[in-house]
């Protein structure tokens, strides 16, 4: 498995360096940078890894990065597509939660202005009021004793069904 990756052919390097240590402030120049950042001591270091690992690349993975990156283009401008697509729905969903907001509030401004037309001033008080009476009529009604009137009154109805009947 020697010399696989390339990695065995530059002198001097057993191990990669952790990207974390960094060199000394006085030896940094901008262009070792990238070098640095891939655990390299210098700039010729880093070129030398990639010369070696270039030699061992076979040409096909080439050419499939190069269909991987227009795949990913691809792919970014769709990402694009549906973040403009979905801004476009928030946007109206936006918009139609203001209108309904406002279809609600114009239907409370009917009820009103229909229970102020059709009962005058005051027009929940009346309508409590209302309720409150039907609610005492009904509870009265409950107490009369309808057992006896009824038992009264069945023989007049069945007569009076018959004679209908006839």
């Known amino acids: 498995m ?8 530059i002198e001097g390097k057993d191990e990669v360096k952790d ?8 030896r940094i120049t901008p262009t ?6 891939e655990g390299f001591e210098s ?3 880093y070129r030398a890894y990639l010369d070696a690992v270039a030699e061992d690349a076979p ?7 190069v ?9 970014e401008r769709q990402i694009e597509d549906v973040r403009y697509e979905i801004d476009n729905l928030r946007a109206r969903l936006h918009i139609i939660r203001h209108q309904a907001g406002n279809v609600l509030q114009e239907n409370i401004r009917w009820a009103d202005a ?19 009476a039907a609610f005492l009529v009904g509870k009265a009604l409950q107490r009369l004793p309808f057992g006896p009137f009824a038992t009264a009154l069945a023989p007049l109805i069945l007569a009076v069904a018959r004679e209908r009947g006839r």
Do not use: Y
């Open 2 to 9: 020697a010399g696989s990756t390339g990695r065995d052919t």
């Open 19 to 26: 990207a974390g240590e960094q060199p000394p402030a006085d």
């Open 32 to 37: 070792d940078h990238a070098a640095r950042h």
């Open 43 to 45: 700039e010729a270091e």
């Open 59 to 65: 040409v096909e993975e080439i050419v499939v990065d």
């Open 67 to 75: 269909e991987r990156a227009a795949s990913r283009a691809e792919l």
């Open 114 to 132: 229909s229970a102020h037309a059709q009962l005058g001033d005051h027009p929940w008080l009346k309508l409590s009021t209302a309720m409150a």
